[in-house]
């Protein structure tokens, strides 16, 4: 296996997956608080949605383009990748412009 030729997956899942887990892991703790009144307006929260959303969306096209490059064009996971990296983007400007200066929780 030629690591620079080569696209790694297992180190992209297994990273992406603890990404996801943590990203849960902060939204069941914001539920149990009260910060959940007020989470429209956290830079967190909109960091977090982009990067989850990023991070659910793109393993799939990853093990795709990995194993499946005969059987795929490559244009769908260009595609996915270029509008989920736009989504993620997305987030982050709302959060950076919507979110409150005073608290960054």
């Not at 790694?8 to 992406?16: E, F, M």
Request: proline letters at 3%; a neutral charge.
């Amino acid at each position: 296996m030629n690591y620079f030729t080569e696209i790694q997956i297992l180190p992209h899942v297994i990273a992406s997956s603890c990404l996801i887990v943590a990203i849960v892991f902060y939204y069941i703790e914001v539920l149990k608080s009260e910060r959940v009144l007020k989470i429209e307006k956290s830079l967190l929260f909109w960091i977090s949605i982009g990067v989850l959303v990023y991070s659910i969306g793109l393993i799939p096209f990853r093990i795709l383009r990995n194993y499946y490059t005969n059987l795929v064009d490559d244009m769908v996971p260009l595609l996915a990748t270029f509008i989920l990296t736009i989504f993620m983007n997305t987030c982050f400007i709302i959060g950076f412009t919507w979110s409150d200066k005073k608290q960054l929780y």
